[in-house]
């Protein structure tokens, strides 16, 4: 009999740890489509639910989009269970409350949910559509068409690469590799964000009206920063920023890229844009107690404060040595494309309330923020732990964040 009885234990230990990796039909999940982690910065504005039967420890790992012969959109999600569980054979699935139709596909024990949206939904407003951008990186002596990109989940769009007069195509980088000195580059079933940037030269003997000196000026230098890999995400913004001649290193052979930025830094290299388009640009009067003539970033505040690109921090000050936060470098450069005449105007349906810590953002910085977002110049980041993508607004910038920041600035002006 007490045998018996350890025999019974160690069975309702068993059950329960079963429990513990199938569980019950009384368990549900639901999976909010729209807090599904894309492709870095991807456009991604779903709202749907997928709720399982029998499994609430899933996630999505893949999403595809498509739409049927009779205009109806069409989604499938492949779930996977987290560690240590799986699917049973009776799992269902279902799409805002509707039966969708579930396949498992592997021995990795993925499902596969498919939903045919009714007709009313696939019109519905929120409805939306997963979206990558394709960041085309500031050429030298040439043109990358269409720009700016913006292609849906899973589709295939071909760029065309065009030298200018004189010149001819060298190389074309795709995410950092060498495709070769191509004219044109297919983007096939696209999954994520992209960048692409070509790299001309001039053509050995070709005579133009254009100053030779004009033309050799325009020629890339030789990349002196020993600290930036080619195969780091930001060389190649770093390259752009330096061949423009708006971005100095830190020494002759660093650029820092992981040194925070200052707000005295970033006020120069949009003093050192300027200075490049105009020559003769005006030294205006500063009007803070901690900068003197002294200074190397002085013209700059000077300059930037007088136009209205910077207000300063209060009491006189302007805080040039104080790091930047990420608002704030988005309040500087919004103030300089009003000044530029760039539209600053918000499309209806840009928000940054899909940012897992938008309420971190400040009043202030809220407008320039929803404007950089809605023209990808800055980007959210994932986090580790929550898979949400936050803006980290009160995060210090980094020298090779502010670099991409500019380039994907140039951009949008251009």
């Not at 999505?60 to 739409?67: F, L, N, P």
């Not at 996977?80 to 269902?92: A, G, L, R, S």
């Not at 388009?277 to 002085?298: A, G």
């Amino acid at each position: 009999m007490k045998h018996f009885k350890y025999f019974v234990v160690i069975a309702i230990l068993l059950l329960m740890q079963l429990n513990m990796v199938y569980a019950t039909d009384t368990e549900i999940s639901k999976v909010e489509i729209s807090d599904v982690d894309p492709a870095y910065s991807s456009i991604y504005n779903v709202d749907t639910d997928v709720t399982l039967s029998n499994n609430s420890h899933s996630y999505v790992d893949e999403i595809s989009w498509s739409t049927t012969s009779d205009n109806r959109k069409k989604v499938i999600i492949v779930l996977k269970p987290y560690f240590d569980y799986c699917y049973t054979e009776n799992t269902t699935a279902t799409v805002n409350g509707n039966l969708a139709t579930t396949t498992q596909i592997n021995e990795d024990d993925y499902l596969e949910v498919t939903y045919i949206f009714p007709e009313e939904e696939s019109s519905s407003s929120n409805f939306g559509v997963l979206t990558h951008v394709i960041s085309v990186l500031y050429s030298r002596n040439g043109t990358i068409s269409p720009n700016p990109i913006r292609v849906e989940h899973s589709k295939s769009i071909t760029v065309y690469i065009t030298p200018n007069e004189g010149y001819e195509i060298a190389d074309v980088l795709v995410d950092g590799d060498s495709v070769g000195a191509v004219s044109e580059y297919t983007f096939r079933r696209v999954k994520e964000n992209h960048r692409i940037q070509a790299r001309f030269k001039k053509i050995e003997g070709y005579v133009s009206s254009t100053d030779d000196d004009d033309l050799d000026s325009s020629e890339e230098k030789i990349f002196p920063f020993t600290d930036v890999l080619e195969d780091a995400w930001y060389f190649e913004y770093v390259n752009e920023v330096y061949n423009l001649s708006i971005f100095n290193g830190t020494s002759a052979t660093t650029f820092s890229p992981n040194e925070l930025m200052t707000r005295g830094m970033l006020v120069q290299v949009l003093y050192n844009i300027e200075s490049g388009e105009n020559d003769d640009l005006e030294d205006y009067l500063n009007i803070f107690d901690d900068v003197s003539k002294d200074d190397w970033f002085y013209k700059a505040v000077a300059w930037a404060s007088n136009i209205g690109i910077v207000s300063g921090v209060g009491d006189g000050m302007f805080a040039p040595n104080q790091f930047i936060s990420r608002e704030q470098v988005c309040t500087i450069l919004y103030n300089y494309a009003k000044v530029k005449g760039i539209d600053t105007n918000i499309e209806s349906n840009t928000s940054i309330e899909e940012y897992g810590d938008h309420e971190n953002v400040s009043e202030y910085a809220t407008t320039p923020l929803i404007w950089a977002v809605q023209n990808s110049i800055i980007h959210g980041e994932k986090d580790s732990l929550t898979s949400s993508i936050n803006l980290l607004p009160n995060d210090f910038a980094t020298r090779a964040e502010i670099a991409a920041i500019i380039i994907r600035m140039q951009e949008v002006f251009d």
